[in-house]
């Protein structure tokens, strides 16, 4: 059963930081790019970053950049998304997602995402 499951979300006041993780089953992971994605109340959901096979690459929205680090571990189906310098607007459900080979392609499998909430 294919299976992408995100954790480490959490409140955390203005300017901290969070990781996320997310361990994926059920399928290979070096065969998939793979991102991380938002959806804050009321919003549409927005890409945040993504991390190439192989770790090659890496992007992130103009938003987080500088801000968050995403990195991947294939040998134990992982993929993290550290957050420092949290602020309001990071403030959303965090899921993670897979690609098959190409951060640009589309995501075929998604997580059932996890809360991260900024207050003060």
């Known amino acids: 059963q294919l299976q992408l499951v995100e954790s480490g979300g959490g409140l955390v006041q203005p300017g901290g930081s969070l990781r996320l993780s997310c361990v994926v089953s059920?399928?290979?992971?070096?065969?998939?790019?793979m991102g991380w994605f938002r959806q804050a109340p009321g919003k549409e959901r927005e890409w945040v970053s993504c991390i190439s096979r192989g770790s090659r690459f890496t992007n992130y929205a103009d938003s987080v950049k500088g801000r968050f680090t995403i990195s991947r571990d294939d040998a134990k189906n992982t993929v993290n998304l550290l957050m420092n310098s949290l602020n309001f607007d990071d403030t959303a459900v965090y899921y993670c997602a897979a690609a098959p080979l190409r951060c640009d392609n589309e995501y075929d499998y998604w997580g059932q995402g996890t809360q991260v909430t900024v207050s003060s």
């Open positions: 059920g399928f290979t992971l070096d065969y998939y790019a």
